[in-house]
Nanobody, 123 residues
Framework: QVQLVESGGGLVQAGGSLRLSCAAS????????MGWFRQAPGKEREFLAI????????YYADSVKGRFTISRDNAKNTVYLQMNSLKPEDTAVYYC????????????????WGQGTQVTVSS
C-alpha cells in the first residue's frame, strides 16, 4: 500500500505562486506514475497533470498548461506541482494520486489518493 500526503496549499493572491508537495510512504514510490487533480465546490474532480515513473514524460490539461509544472524526486519519495500565475478559478482542493502507468486519464484507474490540500486564490 502507498500512502500519499499533500501539503503546501493556502491562500494566495491572483498572479502569485504556490508549490504543492505530495509525500509518499509504503511501497516503492518510483514504481508509479503520479498525477495531480483538483476539485472545486460543486464540480467534478479535474485532471491536471501526470508524470511517469522516471520523471521524463509529462502531460498537462489545457487549463494549466504553461502555468503549472509537475516534477518528482524519487530519492525523496515526493512529487511536486509548481503553480504560477494563479487565477481565482484555480481555487479548489488539490489531490495527488498514484497510477499504474503513463498516461492515465481516468480517475478510477488511480490506485492511491492523498487527502487533498486546499488552494484559494483571491482576486
Amino acid at each position: 500500500q502507498v500512502q500519499l500526503v499533500e501539503s503546501g496549499g493556502g491562500l494566495v493572491q491572483a498572479g502569485g505562486s504556490l508549490r504543492l508537495s505530495c509525500a509518499a510512504s509504503g511501497r516503492t514510490f518510483s514504481s508509479y506514475a503520479m498525477g495531480w487533480f483538483r476539485q472545486a465546490p460543486g464540480k467534478e474532480r479535474e485532471f491536471l497533470a501526470i508524470i511517469n515513473w522516471s520523471g521524463g514524460r509529462t502531460y498537462y490539461a489545457d487549463s494549466v498548461k504553461g502555468r503549472f509544472t509537475i516534477s518528482r524526486d524519487n530519492a525523496k519519495n515526493t512529487v511536486y506541482l509548481q503553480m504560477n500565475s494563479l487565477k481565482p478559478e484555480d481555487t479548489a482542493v488539490y489531490y495527488c494520486a498514484a497510477g499504474p502507468r503513463f498516461p492515465v486519464f481516468t480517475l478510477r484507474e488511480y490506485v492511491y489518493w492523498g487527502q487533498g490540500t486546499q488552494v484559494t486564490v483571491s482576486s
